[in-house]
């Protein structure tokens, strides 16, 4: 039989009466091989910590974290047929390259969950992360062409989308109702057991870097599970901290935030330092534990493992650029990686001032001043800054703006780290929810967004609207925010090379992966406070109450980064300079041209708006910023 226990969402109770004492000894023989140091405190939970741990469980319900028995038997039967599938494959295929059949049915092959499902801790309709191991006979070619073929004979299979090439080459596909990311690696193995073990680090040798990049999510999942005390605990208190992460706005790897691996080491860590508390003990002691911790210190669940099979890992005695990430978390597994790679100064400085809300919040609760649900209330951050940058991307049909708008998703982070490096912008604030606008065809072309959730609206099927040049014209339209915080007042922010440079990216991006179409455009807009109502319903702007932040919070500044001058990438005949005056009500554009300076246009600003690459001479540029 296939290997049931890597299906496993290992969804137990983790409120059960023998955890309390009765694991001390084991937890003591853990401490002398889990995590780099010693544990703080030893102790056990008190009546008081099972009290509240039932109250965060409860606490949790409404938010949909937990599936019932029937949602979990049908990913079950899910990744259950899956894995048939994959077995029918490889057995096809081996007897297609003249193996004999007798051998054919015997060379194995598995289907691996890993991340959130595989740790136990996936959320009602969350999509799942697998990966497809074969023998060495099956190629990667092989997997894209012959088994994505037969993915699409099957009557389950919705939307399959291969993403061949991808750092992490993967096909996505819709499972009888389950988004599942299946990766594939090959082993330079004969046949695949049943119940075969990828933890052994001498899997990897002689593999080529995408298959060991595809094996890096099991291995480092079954190693943070293999390295904590207590897994029920472990759980509960990462389901937690992940809800307060996402309420917050600080969950998605590709913005500089945490992504999900990163949240399971950091909650790793502190059940490794208090082995024996229970989940609400564990939540509080995690703000109390990374409110202080002294970054760039990383953090570890061991010691690196010293294995010499070439392949690049994180270790800057070695590489120097390690020596100058912000928040490593490295990964246990090797080849070792540091999953934060993308984090900034601005949204460390983020993570850390909600760490410290979290401290007082959590500190509260224990005092029994306020329930768990004031840790999950999430803050409006409409009320926070009072500038803005809206970033626009639009194109002409529902499957364009999907791939369009994660595109440019990836290169955000790219634009607030050159928004940092402005000697006048100290933070650069960038909120990880992408709003979805109506269709600008119903209001007169302007973006207006829905509900937070809501998907992509469907265009009705036909020829794309076209303008009087017979040029497509954009229909949908995505928006990220970003608020600022500058320096002082009384200063003119030069926004234009930083602008220019993102748009460029990311155009030479699309190009690159043949992503553009007609119709697709990106802009970026300054905004102020006040004009907000344009974009976002009034719901989405009421004041929370709840929230006790300052506006334009100025949390501690994070170590000096290096000022580099920039060589302009315009001529002076064509720079858009941001007016900013603390003290006025507007901000001003002057686009400075041969002519003299001139008054700013009604209209809202945008920046270079791209297109067809035939649609726009080389030498045109579009690229202002207006503030009205």
Known sequence: MWPASQYSSQHVNPIQSNQARGNDHQNQQNLKTLGMTSA???????????????????????????????????????????????RQWIRELSAKKNMPPSVADTVGGNVYTFGSYRLGVHHRGADIDAL????????????????YELLKQQPQVKDLRPVEEAFVPVIKMNFDGIEIDLLFARLALKEIPDSFD????????????????????????DEILRLVPNIDNFRLTLRAIKLWAKRHGIYSNTLGYLGGVSWAMLVARTCQLYPNAWPATLVHKFFLVFSQWKWPQPVLLKQPDEVNLGFPHWDPRVNVSDRFHLMPIITPAYPQQNSTFNVSASTRSVIMEEFRLGLAITDEIMLGKCGWERLFEAPNFFTLYKHFIVLLA????????????????????????????????????????CFNSVPLSTNNGQPLALPPGSPVP??????????????????????????????KSNVNVDLTNDIKSFTKSVHYQAENCSVLREGMSIEARHVRRKQLHQYLSPSLLKKDGASKRKTEPAPPPPPPVKKTKRLSETSTDDVSVLSYNEDSNSSNLYEVTSN?????????????????????????????????
Not at 132 to 147: G, K, L, T
Not at 407 to 429: D, F, M, P, Y
């Open 596 to 628: 003299g300076a001139q008054p700013p246009t009604e209209q809202p600003a945008t920046t270079e708006t791209i297109t067809k690459p035939e649609n726009v001479p080389e030498h045109a540029s579009t690229s202002t910023i207006a503030c009205t």
């Open 132 to 147: 497809c191991v074969a023998p060495r006979h099956i190629d990667r070619s092989d997997y894209f062409q012959s088994f």
């Open 394 to 433: 639009s194109s002409a049909d529902a499957d364009s703006q999907l791939q369009w708008c994660g595109l440019v998703e990836s290169k955000i982070r790219h634009l607030i780290g050159t928004l940092e490096r402005n000697q006048h912008i100290t933070i650069a604030h960038i909120n990880p929810e």
């Open 40 to 86: 703080i405190s030893m102790a056990g939970p008190k009546p008081i910590d099972i009290e509240k741990t039932n109250e965060l469980k409860e606490s949790l319900i409404p938010y949909g974290v937990f599936e019932s028995e029937a949602e979990l038997h049908h990913r079950m039967e899910v990744l259950g047929a899956l894995h048939r599938i994959v």
């Open 458 to 487: 469907e265009i009705p099927p036909g020829e794309p609207a076209k303008n009087e040049n017979g040029e497509v014209i954009a229909n949908l339209c995505s928006m990220w925010f970003i608020g600022l915080v500058f320096e």
């Open 198 to 221: 990828l933890r052994d680090d001498m899997l990897l040798k002689n593999l080529d870097q995408k298959c060991v990049r595809s094996l890096n999510g099991c291995r480092v999942t």
